[in-house]
């Protein structure tokens, strides 16, 4: 096994808006550095990223996939991320360990809201970027819009590297900016080129161009811009150790193009990636946190080990394995490990690397790279490997709040242990989505970053555990509550033979504020009701506060007051209590003017301008209010409160009317009243579904 320094390693992730032939650049990739001896393509199955069964039913990526490649003097992992909103999750993993995104736009579409939302991750992260102008060779093609909305975008730190000779069908070749040469691809699909001197009609713009990024590598140190307002020009290392120095701080964003579905501009970009991307060891220490959540910095170079487990995997190809990213030291098959997330010890065993579904084993790993463990027994996604006598913790991901809900059962009786089981395992491999068993609304609830994202989860269900579930709509958790006060009382008297059942309660209850919960005091004086009985009183309130008394929703923002009542000196006993404190609650609700609460959510869709107006329609008929609209780059982000009982099936609905070109995400806000015409209706639903 070849052995490579961290400042080798290259790992990078490829990201984008959906369609944008990410798998298509890793198939190029794979093939241009000998890895594969054929070029699979999306729509025949057979690319080596998009292996599952069900991405190569659906035709796109579901799943990040880990690929491994020598690429000259370097060693390049790629990771090839999902394009589409609902795989969110598995995009955030893998650019959580990248030290490169390579940002595909495409030729005709230009930035889009996938690539706003990779960008943002960029710069959550800090993670440096190029872009990579893909389909020039398409009809209606553009590389200087494109690149004039990646600029309008992000600013002046994208520029561009490279620009195509001719666009669409008759693209064949580029001029390389850093080289000033033309560079020509051979039409064999195999990458190869032929170097030649820049044509005369296109020499000018060269320029202009080349001097805009030397201006850019100039700014980026200032050492380097020093001896540019000197010299007025800068020498080819000086050009070479600025590009990479400004990368790697983020301070430029290079702009490169090509076709990968041709194999044109793959080469280049491979070259420009271990020439100029950046490393391991360029990206400098980064922060857990011990046990006291004291920062701790984790340089590179230190001996002692700590990983990452960005990725879980859990498939018929690959077996079960946890994906790492190796931050310092180094771990070999048999050592003994601490999960300090945890706080168990793991033995490792196979370690491997990984090109899509093969693997290879390498029993070691270092510093600064990428590869898979088989599966741990008790370490999942998120969690830190380290040293035995060390308690450091990586930064967890932070995934996002699911955006679509469905209600699960089983088809047949006796599958409720297997839908678990599947469930969890699942829910371990992909952390994006939550399982929820409400006893509440009695429903076992699936939440997910969007329809599609469910119906993977569902059909790996019954793919992986033999399971069938009935899909439902998810219940909305209403609340119940009330307007006014009321005051009862309720005699409990039960006498069949034997010992008798004796309890008097006297009550009156009150609204709190809207958030407050519930409150229960006694103003019992004089020994009317015993003071052993009071918390009897208060164990039958609140059966009925989880049952509620008009629809069956939980009762919040009560003030219950026991202030008189009556006891037997043989016959009151605690059971007698509970059903006198139950009852006259009850009656207390049903007199102080219920109402019913429906949760509000906070919605933001980001959108092109052109879609606002449908947008905006569509949450006016969901009973939204618009609170907003700002601009966000070339997008608009839309805001508005919309009742949760509304947004079924919006992710859906956004997707059809934006052709794709949206996304959203929601937050609970609050409860509030809900129109009466609704509230009927509701309580009606409830009472039939009770008889």
């Given amino acids: 096994m070849k052995d490579f320094s961290p400042s080798d390693i290259r790992n990078i992730c490829l990201v984008s808006h959906q369609s944008t032939g990410k798998s298509t650049v890793a198939e190029a990739m794979l093939f241009s550095a000998g890895i594969t001896t054929r070029?699979?393509?999306?729509?025949?199955?057979?690319?080596?990223?998009?292996?599952?069964?069900?991405?190569?039913?659906?035709?796109?990526?579901?799943?990040?996939?880990?690929?491994?490649?020598?690429?000259?003097?370097?060693?390049?992992?790629?990771?090839?991320?999902?394009g589409r909103p609902d795989f969110i999750g598995e995009v955030l993993c893998g650019m959580r360990v990248s030290d490169l995104a390579v940002v595909l736009l495409d030729a005709y579409s230009g930035v889009e809201v996938g690539t706003e939302t990779v960008v943002e991750i960029c710069d959550k992260y800090k993670l440096p970027r190029l872009f990579f102008v893909n389909r020039i060779d398409r009809e209606h093609s553009n590389f200087e819009q494109t690149l004039s909305q990646a600029q309008e975008s992000y600013g002046n730190n994208v520029v561009a590297a490279q620009f195509p000779v001719q666009e669409a069908e008759g693209f064949d070749s580029l001029i390389d900016l850093l080289s000033m040469k033309k560079i020509t691809f051979l039409t064999d699909q195999s990458g190869k080129t032929k170097v030649e001197e820049i044509p005369a009609d296109l020499l000018d713009k060269a320029k202009a161009l080349r001097g805009a990024l030397i201006e850019k590598i100039?700014?980026?140190?200032?050492?380097?811009?020093?001896?540019?307002?000197?010299?007025?020009?800068?020498?080819?290392?000086?050009?070479?150790?600025?590009?990479?120095?400004?990368?790697?701080?983020?301070?430029?964003?290079?702009?490169?193009?090509?076709?990968?579905?041709?194999?044109y501009g793959i080469q280049p970009l491979l070259d420009f990636i271990g020439s100029y991307g950046p490393?391991?060891?360029?990206?400098?220490?980064?922060?857990?946190?011990?046990?006291?959540g004291k920062e701790v910095k984790v340089e590179l170079n230190s001996p002692s080990f700590s990983a990452f487990v960005f990725k879980t995997l859990s498939e018929m190809h690959v077996g079960e394995l946890s994906l790492i990213r190796v931050y310092s030291g180094q771990v070999k098959s048999g050592d003994e490990v601490a999960n300090t997330t945890q706080g168990i010890t793991e033995k490792i065993g196979q370690i491997y690397?990984?090109?899509?579904?093969?693997?290879?084993?390498?029993?070691?790993?270092?510093?600064?790279?990428?590869?898979?463990?088989?599966?741990?027994?008790?370490?999942?996604?998120?969690?830190?490997?380290?040293?035995?006598?060390?308690?450091?913790?990586?930064?967890?991901?932070?995934?996002?709040?699911?955006?679509?809900?469905?209600?699960?059962?089983?088809?047949?009786?006796?599958?409720?242990?297997?839908?678990?089981?599947?469930?969890?395992?699942?829910?371990?491999?992909?952390?994006?989505?939550?399982?929820?068993?409400?006893?509440?609304?009695?429903?076992?609830?699936?939440?997910?970053?969007g329809d599609t994202h469910l119906a993977v989860i569902i059909q790996r269900l019954k793919e992986r555990y033999g399971v069938e579930v009935e899909q439902k709509k998810p219940k909305i958790p209403y609340r119940e509550t009330i307007t006014g006060k009321a005051d009862e009382k309720y005699r409990h008297k039960k006498q069949t033979g034997g010992a008798g059942q004796f309890a008097e309660v006297w009550m009156?209850?009150?609204?709190?504020?809207?958030?407050?919960?519930?409150?229960?005091?006694?103003?019992?004086?004089?020994?009317?009701?015993?003071?052993?009985?009071?918390?009897s009183i208060e164990k039958g309130v609140r059966q009925l506060l989880e049952e509620g008394a008009i629809a069956g929703y939980k009762i919040v923002d009560v003030k219950a007051i026991v202030y008189d009542g009556k006891e037997h000196p043989v016959d009151s006993k605690d059971i007698a209590f509970q059903i006198a404190g139950r009852e006259v609650f009850k009656m207390c609700i049903t007199s102080a003017k219920p109402i019913l609460l429906e949760p509000i959510y906070d919605v933001e869709v980001k959108c092109p301008e052109e879609s606002m107006g449908d947008i905006?329609?569509?949450?006016?008929?969901?009973?939204?209010?618009?609170?907003?609209?700002?601009?966000?780059?070339?997008?608009?982000?839309?805001?508005?409160?919309?009742?949760?009982?509304?947004?079924?099936?919006?992710?859906?609905?956004?997707?059809?009317?934006?052709?794709?070109?949206?996304?959203?995400?929601?937050?609970?806000?609050?409860?509030?009243?809900?129109?009466?015409?609704?509230e009927v209706k509701v309580i009606q639903e409830a009472q039939a579904e009770k008889q």
């Fill in 353 to 449: 690397e990984l090109t899509g579904k093969n693997r290879k084993e390498i029993g070691l790993l270092k510093a600064g790279d990428i590869g898979a463990l088989v599966k741990l027994k008790n370490t999942h996604t998120n969690d830190t490997l380290a040293d035995k006598r060390s308690t450091i913790k990586l930064p967890a991901i932070e995934f996002p709040e699911p955006v679509v809900q469905v209600a699960v059962a089983p088809k047949s009786k006796g599958d409720e242990d297997k839908i678990s089981t599947g469930l969890h395992t699942l829910h371990e491999t992909d952390p994006s989505f939550t399982v929820e068993i409400n006893p509440e609304l009695k429903q076992t609830v699936l939440s997910g970053q």
């Fill in 279 to 292: 490393s391991p060891a360029d990206r400098g220490p980064v922060f857990a946190a011990d046990n006291a």
């Fill in 39 to 82: 070029f699979g393509r999306v729509d025949d199955g057979t690319t080596v990223s998009d292996y599952r069964s069900d991405e190569i039913e659906r035709k796109i990526s579901i799943s990040s996939a880990l690929m491994t490649m020598d690429w000259k003097k370097n060693k390049i992992n790629i990771l090839d991320l999902p």
């Fill in 508 to 535: 009156r209850i009150e609204p709190l504020p809207r958030g407050a919960g519930f409150e229960f005091e006694s103003q019992i004086v004089g020994g009317a009701i015993s003071g052993p009985f009071i918390p």
């Fill in 616 to 678: 905006m329609g569509d949450l006016n008929s969901r009973r939204g209010r618009i609170l907003g609209i700002e601009a966000r780059g070339r997008f608009q982000m839309v805001k508005a409160k919309v009742p949760l009982a509304e947004l079924h099936n919006y992710a859906s609905t956004l997707r059809s009317l934006t052709s794709g070109r949206a996304s959203y995400t929601r937050k609970l806000s609050h409860y509030d009243p809900m129109p009466k015409e609704v």
């Fill in 218 to 263: 100039a700014e980026s140190d200032d050492a380097i811009l020093e001896k540019y307002f000197e010299a007025g020009e800068l020498s080819e290392e000086e050009i070479n150790k600025g590009l990479a120095s400004g990368i790697a701080a983020c301070k430029i964003y290079p702009v490169l193009c090509g076709a990968a579905a041709k194999n």
